[in-house]
């Protein structure tokens, strides 16, 4: 019985009309605080760097909680249980693991003009081919999270009816057009609508659907009793409401190693470059945990949609005889809110899905014009054709987005995004210690980001999926017992590997320092540059992205 | 440390023995990052708040932990300049 779009009129129009609504925002924010020129990547690609503290806390919140997070999380807890609440503690722990060593990315980024994390290590370690593999594993790892954005939308709309795949098109083509002409401006103004309606629906949500299912003790009540049903093809119980003894240090490894990871996106970090100043940011450290309490609320979704599946009837849609987790929380809003407001809470999903696709192809284009383009192609380029290759690039990389759920299963996408998390990862002794200390060396970087790489993937590659048979890229939990601890007991892939990647920096750093390996000690960067302020908020930047980010010679 | 001999400061800075963020409020950082980590602490069931079990408000309201911490880390290493 999957849905039929003529019982979803009343949710479509609404859905609908705020799609267009917001798109024609996207138009508009090109002349929202109209810079001179916007061909520039300071304007295009990072609104000026000037977003005070309210424009940066919907930035950053509409950037790092996607519409993906929002229909994943939920769709995990109703699988899974308590494992699925790992989204909590992350995203408790980044905010206080992040406040000071942001500012600093922010400091010496605004002092030198840097646009990417890939320019902060080109300038850092004085290595292009390090600032090309930090380039690389970013877009690498961004491409497939835009992707990601699509199936969150194509969750609203199967809820509703819609199968096919022409909406989808068409909203990334709009959402393209607009970003390549407003750049960060346009998801900087979507955020604003895209978080009050998110807010909105969720606090609707955990007053009214509790009321009718019968309060929190019966949701938790009946979630446990689903839970405990056995799952056929593993022979064990689906989940339980709290963590057991194998899959305690799962949920911590992962927690933290998906925040260590999540700044580390080249995407977070162009929210983080385009504020104003050092204050900001650390005010927006205070202030986005107000999301994870949402993200918190959003993820026992998941509870509901177990309680309501009696009554209600809300259970996964199934297209060709596969059931997509993905479309609990559309049907759980379908079953129990009314029909205008599900269309509300659709658009809020849908909405949510072009901020952070938006700002990811930002990223990704503006990696590929200024450590790819630019340090290998043109190496004389302009501000003027930087801007421009960067708008070419974030169009290539919202077509290969759409290329990827039109043409490769979707599920290849969300085995990607997971393989993304772990790659990311590895950029961690570059991009985040490197802010602190210049002691590594970088072919020693280099080969503990290559070895990172590689045991991530090769872990990965190890780890079946037996609900859905799959023999590899399963999931990221991976059993001690592989390594031949005589454990049950699981472990985050991500954070196996950047320990090895960190051993690999160390080790290399030393031997190298023995041997009569060239030292390579450039460092583009002085201590003060760390703690740069903007004077006045009205002060232009030290540094325009024009100026080389290396050091000057052969 | 070395400097760029192309581009010099144009004076050197004094010599620090602390990075200049440094400070000891800095260590309340710790509690919102190690707490949501040690799953012993709340991975149980009672005591039951407004029917959510230990596991869940509990964590929801480390929440309020993480922000306590970095806005006391915020106003008291705010530079007075």
Redesign the interface.
Same mark, same amino acid.
């Given at each position: 019985m999957s849905p039929k779009l003529s019982d979803h009129v009343v949710e479509m129009v609404i859905f609908v009309t705020l799609f267009v609504l917001v798109s024609g925002m996207g138009f508009a924010a090109a002349r929202w605080r109209r810079p001179e020129s916007m061909h520039h990547l300071d304007e295009w690609g990072l609104g000026g760097r000037k977003f005070g503290t309210w424009i940066t806390w919907f930035l950053l919140g509409g950037d790092l909680y996607t519409a993906y997070t929002f229909v994943a999380v939920p769709a995990l807890v109703f699988s899974t249980g308590?494992m699925g609440?790992f989204a909590?503690?992350y995203t408790?722990?980044i905010?206080?693991?992040a406040?000071?060593v942001l500012?600093?990315m922010w400091s010496v980024s605004y002092k030198h003009g840097y646009v990417t994390p890939a320019d902060f290590v080109r300038g850092r370690f004085g290595s292009p081919t390090l600032a090309l593999l930090v380039a690389l594993t970013g877009i690498v790892a961004t491409m497939p999270y835009i992707a990601l954005q699509l199936v969150g939308i194509q969750a609203v709309l199967k809820a509703m009816g819609v199968n096919g795949h022409l909406p989808l098109v068409v909203a990334f083509i709009i959402l393209a057009v607009y970003t390549y002409n407003s750049g960060l401006r346009a998801p900087a103004l979507i955020a604003f609508v895209k978080d009050t309606l998110i807010y909105l629906v969720i606090i609707v949500a955990v007053i009214v659907i509790p009321y009718k299912l019968g309060?929190?003790?019966?949701?938790?009540g009946s979630a446990e009793k689903a839970l405990s049903a056995t799952n056929p093809k593993t022979g064990a119980p689906k989940g339980s409401?709290?963590?057991n003894a194998n899959n305690?240090l799962q949920?911590?490894t992962l927690?933290?190693g998906s925040a260590l990871a999540l700044f580390l996106y080249p995407h977070s970090l162009t929210s983080v470059l385009a504020a104003k100043n050092r204050?900001t940011i650390?005010?927006n450290?205070?202030?986005l945990?107000a999301y994870?309490?949402l993200l918190?609320?959003i993820a026992?979704l998941g509870y509901m949609a177990l309680a309501a599946s009696k009554d209600f009837g809300v259970a996964p849609i199934v297209t060709d005889g596969k059931a997509d987790g993905n479309t609990i929380v559309p049907v759980l809003f379908d079953k129990l809110f009314p029909d205008w407001f599900a269309g509300v809470a659709f658009a809020a999903i849908g909405i949510g899905a072009l901020v952070p696709a938006a700002i990811m192809s930002i990223a990704a284009a503006n990696l590929f014009s200024r450590n790819i383009y630019k340090e290998y192609i043109n190496r004389d380029a302009t501000p003027r054709q930087q801007a421009t290759a960067s708008k070419i690039a974030s169009l290539v990389v919202k077509i290969g987005a759409v290329a990827f759920i039109l043409f490769i299963d979707p599920q290849f996408a969300i085995d990607l995004q997971l393989i993304g998390g772990v790659l990311i990862l590895q950029t961690l002794p570059a991009v985040a210690l490197g802010l602190y200390t210049?002691w590594f060396h970088p072919w020693a970087l280099i080969s503990g980001l290559v070895a990172g790489l590689a045991v991530g993937i090769g872990m990965l590659y190890q780890i079946p999926n037996p609900n859905n048979g799959k023999l590899h890229f399963g999931g990221s939990a991976y059993k001690l017992s592989e390594f031949g601890f005589d454990s049950e007991k699981q472990i985050y892939v991500g954070f196996v590997a950047v320990i090895v990647n960190l051993l690999v920096v160390i080790i290399v750093t030393a031997v190298l320092r023995q041997t009569s390996a060239p030292a390579m000690?450039?460092?583009?960067t002085?201590?003060?540059d760390?703690?740069v302020?903007r004077a006045t908020d009205d002060a232009p930047p030290p540094a325009a992205a024009a100026e080389p980010i290396g050091?000057?010679?052969p | 440390?070395?400097?760029?001999p192309?581009?010099p400061?144009p004076s050197p800075?004094p010599a620090?023995t602390r990075?200049?963020?440094a400070s000891p409020w800095?260590w309340l950082? =710790?509690?919102?990052?190690v707490i949501?980590?040690l799953?012993p602490l709340y991975?149980? /069931?009672t005591p039951?708040f407004?029917?959510?079990?230990a596991?869940?408000w509990m964590?929801?309201s480390? =929440?309020l932990?993480?922000?306590a911490?970095?806005?006391i880390?915020?106003q008291m290493t /705010?530079?007075r300049d």
């Amino acid at each position: 019985m999957s849905p039929k779009l003529s019982d979803h009129v009343v949710e479509m129009v609404i859905f609908v009309t705020l799609f267009v609504l917001v798109s024609g925002m996207g138009f508009a924010a090109a002349r929202w605080r109209r810079p001179e020129s916007m061909h520039h990547l300071d304007e295009w690609g990072l609104g000026g760097r000037k977003f005070g503290t309210w424009i940066t806390w919907f930035l950053l919140g509409g950037d790092l909680y996607t519409a993906y997070t929002f229909v994943a999380v939920p769709a995990l807890v109703f699988s899974t249980g308590a494992m699925g609440f790992f989204a909590v503690p992350y995203t408790i722990l980044i905010y206080p693991m992040a406040f000071l060593v942001l500012v600093r990315m922010w400091s010496v980024s605004y002092k030198h003009g840097y646009v990417t994390p890939a320019d902060f290590v080109r300038g850092r370690f004085g290595s292009p081919t390090l600032a090309l593999l930090v380039a690389l594993t970013g877009i690498v790892a961004t491409m497939p999270y835009i992707a990601l954005q699509l199936v969150g939308i194509q969750a609203v709309l199967k809820a509703m009816g819609v199968n096919g795949h022409l909406p989808l098109v068409v909203a990334f083509i709009i959402l393209a057009v607009y970003t390549y002409n407003s750049g960060l401006r346009a998801p900087a103004l979507i955020a604003f609508v895209k978080d009050t309606l998110i807010y909105l629906v969720i606090i609707v949500a955990v007053i009214v659907i509790p009321y009718k299912l019968g309060g929190w003790d019966v949701i938790f009540g009946s979630a446990e009793k689903a839970l405990s049903a056995t799952n056929p093809k593993t022979g064990a119980p689906k989940g339980s409401l709290l963590l057991n003894a194998n899959n305690q240090l799962q949920y911590v490894t992962l927690a933290l190693g998906s925040a260590l990871a999540l700044f580390l996106y080249p995407h977070s970090l162009t929210s983080v470059l385009a504020a104003k100043n050092r204050n900001t940011i650390k005010r927006n450290m205070s202030a986005l945990p107000a999301y994870s309490f949402l993200l918190g609320l959003i993820a026992l979704l998941g509870y509901m949609a177990l309680a309501a599946s009696k009554d209600f009837g809300v259970a996964p849609i199934v297209t060709d005889g596969k059931a997509d987790g993905n479309t609990i929380v559309p049907v759980l809003f379908d079953k129990l809110f009314p029909d205008w407001f599900a269309g509300v809470a659709f658009a809020a999903i849908g909405i949510g899905a072009l901020v952070p696709a938006a700002i990811m192809s930002i990223a990704a284009a503006n990696l590929f014009s200024r450590n790819i383009y630019k340090e290998y192609i043109n190496r004389d380029a302009t501000p003027r054709q930087q801007a421009t290759a960067s708008k070419i690039a974030s169009l290539v990389v919202k077509i290969g987005a759409v290329a990827f759920i039109l043409f490769i299963d979707p599920q290849f996408a969300i085995d990607l995004q997971l393989i993304g998390g772990v790659l990311i990862l590895q950029t961690l002794p570059a991009v985040a210690l490197g802010l602190y200390t210049r002691w590594f060396h970088p072919w020693a970087l280099i080969s503990g980001l290559v070895a990172g790489l590689a045991v991530g993937i090769g872990m990965l590659y190890q780890i079946p999926n037996p609900n859905n048979g799959k023999l590899h890229f399963g999931g990221s939990a991976y059993k001690l017992s592989e390594f031949g601890f005589d454990s049950e007991k699981q472990i985050y892939v991500g954070f196996v590997a950047v320990i090895v990647n960190l051993l690999v920096v160390i080790i290399v750093t030393a031997v190298l320092r023995q041997t009569s390996a060239p030292a390579m000690t450039d460092d583009a960067t002085s201590q003060d540059d760390y703690f740069v302020d903007r004077a006045t908020d009205d002060a232009p930047p030290p540094a325009a992205a024009a100026e080389p980010i290396g050091l000057a010679g052969p | 440390m070395t400097s760029d001999p192309t581009n010099p400061p144009p004076s050197p800075p004094p010599a620090r023995t602390r990075a200049a963020d440094a400070s000891p409020w800095n260590w309340l950082l =710790v509690l919102p990052i190690v707490i949501p980590l040690l799953t012993p602490l709340y991975n149980r /069931k009672t005591p039951i708040f407004l029917g959510f079990p230990a596991f869940y408000w509990m964590q929801l309201s480390f =929440v309020l932990i993480g922000v306590a911490a970095t806005s006391i880390v915020y106003q008291m290493t /705010k530079r007075r300049d």
